[in-house]
């Protein structure tokens, strides 16, 4: 393999500590992606939570006291791939189960070491102009592909923590200056009283989202849910005036959907903002089978979703989506006189950071290669294997707690106890491992199938080990 690299002016040498010539800093990256390609074929095989005992070794192996003097990158990354390697979570594999965490294609990794190679700070077009121009291709093809206002405005951060909290930064700028208040300028003290409303059930990265806006985790006002987490539109509060509203679509738990036509015809009333938390659920709206379940989130003001979950991009992922362009600026707007600008879109002025990796390149690796069906096809594969598993589960006489509508499956294998002791014996057996909760009381294990590589196989595989572990 020949490696291009762009020449040297004259007289120009490489410099640093890494001072190797070329070919050494090429076997480098050569090893490095050997190493990743030998992890990633293994990963089929190969127990799913780690072994304790390579856990332990790392500490043991990759710490210790600071180095004082360099060490050869070589054997620096051997050490990384012995000690690092087996403590991993096999979450890139078919058979990761926990929390929603999606697994990546080989097609958005690949895509992400170029990008890595490159190495470009995309918070502004004059220092990274590829990356701020496929990121601008790469939301354009997101408001596409699930069918959101055009018009919107969006940013890449680091995960739907930061996407809610991006987007109702953009709420809070919007519905103050309705009231003539300028909250970047002024702050909140003395600020008009602003009005939050959540679902009882909301995820917690909205609650951390208000607390670091300075709305409060505890001054909003809950809305009752029914038996499957959504929110009830009849139980709306008796609210007049502007206010931010939050709905879910894809409850963490049971993955149903808030209904958002009732909830925004409320907030339409209201003059309220409407921001939609869709991490995974989103999705829904791609695959034509699923999408009558998210349907009426395009008439709300924001939206917070995940790449890094049902697209199957690396960690890590997020996308903040903002009707009103201006006022996601209006929220995340900075500038400096060394900062040069240009006019066209900075990056700088839609995300909560300065500098930051050009992680829609991987949106854009993954929207190219799987084009409109392929993400379809995703979504629909990941929602009939959750039904495979809740059919699997109760054909063994187990009780599935929730309406499987999306990717989400909630078990109970019997009393609490008897619950937490299958998932604990599950995570230590390693042929795949799922997470716990407690859902309305219960306890439950959480079955969330976000990986694009999960195969039939893998859910009877899984389904044989949760039959043996209940029974043991
Ligand atoms: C509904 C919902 N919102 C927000 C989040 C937070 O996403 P992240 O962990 O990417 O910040 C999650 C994570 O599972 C989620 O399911």
Not at 9 to 34: K, N, V
Not at 248 to 260: L, S, V
Request: charge should be negative.
């Amino acid at each position: 393999m020949t490696i291009r690299h762009a020449s040297l002016l004259p007289g120009e040498s490489p410099m640093g500590t890494e001072s190797a010539s070329d070919a050494e800093r090429g076997d480098l990256l050569r090893d490095a992606a050997e190493r990743g390609i030998a992890y990633r074929a293994g990963i089929i095989d190969r127990r799913v939570a780690p072994d304790p005992q390579a856990v332990r070794d790392l500490t043991a192996n990759l710490g210790g006291p600071l180095p004082e003097h360099p060490v050869d990158a070589q054997e620096m990354l051997a050490q990384l791939d012995r000690f690092g390697s087996p403590a991993t979570m096999a979450t890139s594999g078919g058979r990761f189960f926990g929390f929603v965490i999606g697994a990546s294609m080989p097609s958005t990794v690949a895509a992400g070491w170029l990008a890595t190679a490159w190495d470009q700070n995309t918070g502004l077009l004059a220092a990274a102009p590829a990356t701020t121009l496929i990121e601008d291709i790469a939301l354009e093809w997101l408001l596409e592909i699930l069918d959101l206002p055009r018009e919107s405005g969006g940013a890449f951060v680091t995960g739907c923590q930061m996407a809610n909290f991006t987007a109702l930064a953009a709420a809070r700028h919007a519905v103050l200056a309705r009231l003539g208040w300028d909250v970047e300028s002024q702050g909140l003290f003395g600020a008009p009283e602003l009005p939050v409303i959540v679902s009882a059930d909301a995820h917690n990265t909205i609650f951390k989202s208000l607390a670091m806006l300075g709305l409060g985790r505890d001054r909003v006002l809950r809305v009752p849910i029914d038996s499957q987490g959504r929110m009830r539109a009849d139980a709306m509060p008796g609210i007049n005036g502007p206010a931010i509203v939050c709905i879910q679509h894809g409850n963490i738990n049971t993955g149903a959907f808030d209904p958002a036509d009732p909830i925004i015809d409320w907030a339409r009333e209201r003059d309220a903002w409407v921001h939609v938390d869709g991490a995974f659920g989103l999705w829904a709206r791609v695959a034509p089978d699923r999408a009558p379940l998210a349907r009426g989130v395009e008439r709300a003001d924001s939206w917070a979703t995940d790449a890094h979950k049902w697209l199957n991009v690396p960690y890590d992922c997020g996308i903040a989506l903002v009707r009103d362009r201006s006022a996601l600026r209006g929220a995340m707007g900075t500038g400096a006189a060394y900062l040069q600008e240009s006019p066209v879109r900075e990056p700088m002025h839609f995300t909560p950071e300065l500098s930051r990796r050009a992680r829609g390149v991987e949106v854009w690796a993954a929207l190219k290669t799987l084009g409109r069906s392929g993400v379809a096809e995703m979504v629909e594969r990941c929602c009939s294997h959750a039904t495979r598993f809740a059919e699997g589960l109760r054909a063994a006489g187990f009780e599935v707690l929730n309406d499987v509508v999306l990717n989400q499956v909630l078990v109970s294998f019997g009393d609490d106890a008897t619950t937490l002791r299958v998932i604990e014996r599950l995570q230590a057996d390693g042929t795949c491992f799922c997470s716990g909760t407690t859902w309305q009381g219960r306890a439950a294990m959480r079955i969330s199938v976000s990986s694009y590589a999960t195969t039939e196989r893998d859910v009877d595989l899984s389904l044989a080990a949760m039959r043996r572990l209940a029974s043991a």
